[in-house]
């Protein structure tokens, strides 16, 4: 089946967005595990895993559509301490979702329906689950004070 170009390049710089966000949680869930932050590994490996299959979603699409796919990610953006970490990853997840978004519109224009429903269940992923806890947990900081934070991710 062969997709139209606009469409498999778009979904080939998602699919560069997802394996960086990919290999930042991993950076990041590698981190708080040598830190001790068990609670925040486990999730952030989570999280890794998602975007693995996201990333596998897409490559899968763009290979279906004839296209060939473009593995490099985007330069990592890491962070320095906890709330650092953290927030760059919620600036990784809102990057992803304004893409998403622009990524479903560019789908719908060339009627590729298939494809704008799987954008439409990551950027479900997205907004429902990475980035709603996120900004969660900046939220807790703010409100139980770092240490007590830390302390809970134990």
């Known amino acids: 089946m062969q997709g139209h170009p606009e469409v498999i390049d778009y979904l ?46 897409l490559l899968r699409r763009i290979l279906m559509l004839g296209g060939r796919p473009d593995m490099r990610p985007k330069e990592l953006n890491l962070g320095e301490n906890v709330p650092d970490m953290l927030r760059k990853d919620l600036a ?8 998403l978004r622009k990524g479903m519109a560019l789908c719908e224009q060339y009627g590729d329906y298939v494809s704008r429903d799987m954008l439409l269940q990551q950027l479900r992923d ?20 770092l240490q007590n934070y830390l302390q809970s991710q134990m």
């Open 12 to 57: 080939k710089e998602l699919l560069r967005g997802e394996l960086t966000a990919r290999d930042q949680y991993f950076a990041h869930s590698r981190i708080y595990e040598d830190q001790g932050l068990s609670k925040l590994f486990a999730r952030m490996d989570h999280e890794m895993q998602e975007e693995t299959q996201h990333a596998d979603a």
């Open 92 to 99: 990784a997840e809102y990057s992803v979702r304004d893409n």
């Open 126 to 145: 997205t907004e429902e689950d990475h980035t709603y806890w996120l900004e969660k947990q900046l939220a807790l900081i703010e409100q139980v004070g």
